[in-house]
């Protein structure tokens, strides 16, 4: 019984937009060029260091990849 209720809520469940996640994620609006930055820094960096970096402007480490590249960007814009 349990299964049929499962599969039944998978075929309602839909991917989130890689926008919709990060938003979700970070909870607040992030525009798409800021979306766009955030993958990029995710795919050029490991998570390892994306801490360091996080720990050297003293910003929290925690956190996924997206989240910690976004809290660099926002870092980053904040201190222009």
Known sequence: MGTIIIRELDKCLK?????DDL???VKQ???DRNTQQTIYLDGIFNLDEL?????????????TKKELAFRLLKYAGENQ
């Not at 991917?15 to 926008?19: N, Q």
């Not at 801490?51 to 956190?63: Q, V």
């Open 15 to 19: 991917e989130l937009s890689p926008k």
């Open 23 to 25: 938003e979700r994620r």
């Open 29 to 31: 609006p992030v525009s």
């Open 51 to 63: 801490k360091e970096i996080c720990r050297k402007k003293g910003l929290s480490c925690s956190g």
